[in-house]
């Protein structure tokens, strides 16, 4: 169920009618019901695990709490509960990787388990990870509540493609719920247009480009594999960027803020700005619970070169059980490392070739990460210098790039000269037919240039 | 006040809409309902068509995509009949392969009757409809490998000794709203729009289902069903024999574009069935495959697809209509026996 499907509208219209329906303190009950049958529409096998995974979550949070005199059991605790989560994604997302590389290694025949991937496995598990650290680091206690620890980890907006939450930002929110109030609403709303459009309107016309490109790139020229990598670039930002926004707008329309998750991130003008802004709250994830812990840049310099790379390499990992996406996490572990020694030596250089740079670093690496294989990818690089083949410039690609790229451009001009847009209310009669003029054109070009089929989010497949 | 300004803008808002889709995506679907045939466009009605390639011209007094007929008849006709591939609405007229052979051939008529979606038995009744007007010498009946799944579908007539007298399909019967209908698209670029985008898109989100894309998942036949089959497109064929004209079979292009200029020909069941049938009746089967092939291993230019779809996919393309052209020119002598 995606959120730009019609059974989607039907399920949070059933939603919105149980919260009106039942009294406040049963909301929390009501939205878990809700999160759980969200997810046992994708497959309902895996509401045990998704049972297991926060229950594990929830006795070692406790369990911590009451040993957090004692660190030998304090410390058990914390690890029990990480050994599983890892043990859990272990086994679901990385064993028949393990399996094909050690048979090759090996010189052996194996064969592959007969494993489904849980859907939004990646996500739930590190804020389950994220929770038990918290707690164990002290910056929380523990929660105490079956219901809302559960709720937490299945709160069905994040669910399946993050944000990754927080529970020092998502619990407190949940003991003082403020319910649907209309300043939510009308800002929720927004925001869940704005990642709609996001979705539908350019991701999913940019997706019937790129699929066909990325499947057979020797079947095309130079200029069409460089349009094929632009518009895929443009085709992730949209699409994960797009279902954050729905997420966060749906969860504003129930009364809770997510975090922000991308921030521009074609902007960047240096590889270490470029992850401040883009997948934030993976990346602030990783700082925390992975770079940090590892010494982060407090140890000897050669060890923050290290750092970077197994925190990247793993970062690379987490989005699947491939090489391809070691290799794309090498080289942003590479070029992060890279960006630090020429920082350490002085170096500088001008706002606009560092975002050249920085663009097409990013843009290239987007190869490995979107191919299916090594050989596709090998075949796209070499296909980028001198490939031959069919030039195809698709008319709507080159419109949709260049609407993008004005408005980047506009973003750009915004952060250096004005600052924050400000809305003064009360909003003026004028400013209300021009929502309302907005809106309509919105909705007539959605009608107009919807495409044929609305593609899975990308982001879910990890 | 507040209402009437939003009113007023909402009403702007749709007609620029309707400029917008009207001069750059598609014109209004100007159509009549023909009792054989079902909603057919209009005579003389004005087209363009974006979707796939671009098209800009107007239909002629059939509402087909050719010149006006000359009232003085040239001494060949060529009715060439067959579906979208060769009603050609993705490219403009004179790129068509029927109007580059129209060209080429002096005194002959290349009259096409091509329509969207029209299986060989539609084809059929298109051609007793027109022959009285256009009084073709020659047919040149075009086809590709799902037409045998397609004749399989249509309704049977047969007479008292079982033999088959005629193949049918049923249309859609006017509604009291079928005129009110046929206006709002003959006259709106934007409703004509929002329907195809309804049949084709928004209907698919609503249900998850996508009834074209299951339609066309062709299938191999056997036993009864091919036997049938088979019995349908040999009632087409001798049907147009008995008319005296000279028939010949184009099969249209099917295939795949590979790396290094390589192509991966499909030769699907229908395809050679459709051509071995008409052998074995006499008839001329001229197959497009090879000539397409050749030009993509020396060029490298597709002849399917366009820029604005996918190339590979979908119909025949400006190149791919000049190869078709120049390949059938080569074929004078058998179309033109």
Known sequence: MIFSSVDFLLFFIGLIAALWLVSKRFHAWVLLLFSYAFYAVWDVRF???????????????????????????????????????????????????????????????????????????????????????????????????????????????????????????????????????????????????????????????????????????????????????????????????????????????????????????????????????????????????????????????????????????????????????????????????????????????????????????????????????????????????????????????????????????????????????????????????????????????????????????????? | MFRWKIAGLLLFILLLWELIIRFFVLSPAQEVFEPRLGYVHAPYASILRTYEGYARFTLDQFGLNNEPLPTVLPTNRVFVVGDSFVEAYQVMRDENFVSRLGNKWQHSLLFNAGSSGAAPDKSLISYDMLAPLVKPTHVLLCVNASDLYEILSAQERRDAAGDLTALVRPVDKPSRFTPLKLWLYGHSALITHLKWKYENDIRAWLTGFNEKKVARKSHELAGKDLQKAVEHWHFVLRSLQKTGVKLSILMMPELEYLPNKQVHLRVRQGRTILASEAIKLGIPVLDSNAVFAQDFEKSGQPAIGFANTHYGKGHINAHGHQILANWLDEQRSVILR
């Open chain 1, 47 to 462: 509401l045990l695990l998704l049972g297991f995974v926060s229950w594990v979550g929830y006795a070692c949070g406790m369990a911590i709490e009451r040993n957090h005199q004692h660190h030998q059991k304090k410390n058990t605790a914390l690890w029990l509960g990480i050994f599983s989560m890892l043990l859990v994604l272990g086994y679901f997302k990385y064993a028949n990787f393990f399996i094909d590389n050690a048979a090759v290694l090996l010189a052996v025949q194996a064969e592959n388990l007969d494993i489904i991937l849980p859907v939004g496995l990646s996500f739930f598990t590190f804020q389950v990870i994220s929770y038990l650290v918290d707690v164990w680091r002290g910056d929380i206690r523990a929660c105490t509540s079956k219901k809302e620890f559960f709720l937490y980890v299945a709160f069905f907006p994040q669910l399946v493609a993050g944000p990754i939450v927080r529970a020092k930002d998502f619990l407190p929110q949940l003991q003082q719920h403020v319910g649907v109030n209309w300043d939510y609403i009308y800002l929720g709303a927004q925001i869940f247009a704005l990642g709609f459009i996001q979705k539908v309107f350019i991701a999913d016309r940019l997706a019937m480009f790129c699929d066909p490109v990325f499947a057979m790139p020797s079947l095309y020229d130079a200029a069409t594999l460089w349009l094929g990598l632009l518009a895929y670039a443009v085709q992730i930002f949209c699409d994960f960027s797009g279902y954050s926004h729905m997420a966060i707008g749906i969860a504003l329309l129930l009364g809770f803020k997510l975090p922000e998750n991308f921030r521009m991130p074609y902007l960047a003008t240096s590889v270490a700005e470029f992850w401040r802004r883009w997948h934030i709250s993976l990346s602030s994830w990783l700082r925390d619970y992975l770079y940090i812990p590892l010494g982060g840049s407090r140890v000897a310099p050669s060890m923050i070169y290290v750092n970077l790379m197994i925190t990247m390499l793993l970062g690379g990992l987490w989005h699947g059980a491939s090489w391809n996406f070691v290799l794309w996490g090498a080289m942003h572990g590479l070029a992060l490392c890279v960006h630090r020694a020429w920082k350490a030596v002085g170096g500088d250089m001008p706002a606009l070739p560092a975002w050249g740079l920085c663009f097409l670093f990013v843009l290239l690496t987007w190869v490995p990460f979107r191919c299916v294989d090594f050989e596709t990818s090998l075949s796209y690089f070499s296909g980028l210098c001198s490939g031959e083949g069919i030039r195809w410039m698709m008319p709507q690609v080159l419109g949709l790039l260049a609407l993008v790229a004005a408005v980047h451009i506009v973003m750009a001009y915004k952060q250096q000269h004005i600052g924050a847009w400000h809305v003064s209310l009360p909003i003026s009669e004028k400013v209300k037919i021009l929502h309302i003029a907005a809106w309509f054109w919105l909705v007539m070009a959605l009608l107009v240039w919807s495409p044929t089929h609305s593609s899975p989010f990308i982001y879910f497949q990890f």
